[in-house]
């Protein structure tokens, strides 16, 4: 007789579920309900016509929520309230992830059982075309991407950039840095430097935004290029949540980029997750998962990223823990 645990089954059924209250977030972010319950309490009619949607389905959407904390209801006044969790998701909330939950790139999830099964991402079965040309072609999916990518990324780039040094005089370039975050608030800490914001053409105007609001303009610029064919000249390169897109002969063509045109005494300056030990739990390696999906990339330990800079003539030279699983790793010429 198969001994039925029922904790073990209410756990399961969790994980199962997982998925349904991400979308109950994705749905609360797109509504602006963060915002509306922000200014004030209120009824699921009140939500329905601030939002513009049916009064009845949002009442069930809202009841939904309170079970998974995303909002509160009070029985006296029968509005809802917002929640310290639902505050994550308000356009206006310092560290909003609300970009990240809505863009959706959560649709090639359900293509994992096919990923696994060729080793392939599955860009092209669901988009029709590899990720990153899917973001040119469909603009406001892309700039969905890249605000929630710089979402994820500031609690990082706060906690690293005090831990990267940078002389005055020295240029610094960000590689596929998006909308610039990580370089900018180098240029902050490091007074005499000047940055480069090297990207795709579909996201250098929205980073020239950004670095004319941070008044940077004169000290910063933002180009457009394919960094498998060139970088600019500069002392230090970053790249923040780049590696792990591409596969290991992409990633070391990336680097020799970097190494040929690295000015004496430069390095090139990698902020990602690394894998730690199988045996333990790793936030690394739910997102190697989220890799197998969305692109040919994938993501590393110290011995992968040793492998890849030896492979482009670079040689790893510093490591500095961060709030795991992210590290700050460091490659200089060899």
Known sequence: MTDYKTGD?????SIITAQWVSQIARTLAEMRVPDLLHEAPRTPDEIAEAAGTHPETTFRLM????GTGLAAYDDA????TSTPLLDRLRTDAADSLRNLAIVRHWRLWGSLPDAVR???????????????EYFSATPEEGELFTQGITELSLPIIREAVPEIPADPGETIVDLGGATGAFVLSMLDEHPGTTGILFELPHVVDSARVHIQARSLSERCTAQAGDFFESVPEADIYLLKFVLHDWDDEACARLLERCREAMRPGGRVVVVDMLIGPVSRPDPAALMDVNM?????????DHDDLDRLFASAGLKHSNTTPLTPPYYIVEAVTS
Do not use: H, I, N, Y
């Open 9 to 13: 089954q209410e756990a399961m059924m």
């Open 118 to 132: 060729t080793g392939k991402d599955q860009a092209m079965e669901v988009l029709g075309q590899p990720l990153w």
């Open 77 to 80: 006044s029968g509005r809802f």
């Open 292 to 300: 197998l999906t969305l692109q040919p990339g994938r993501e590393r």
């Open 63 to 66: 009841r939904g929520a309170v």
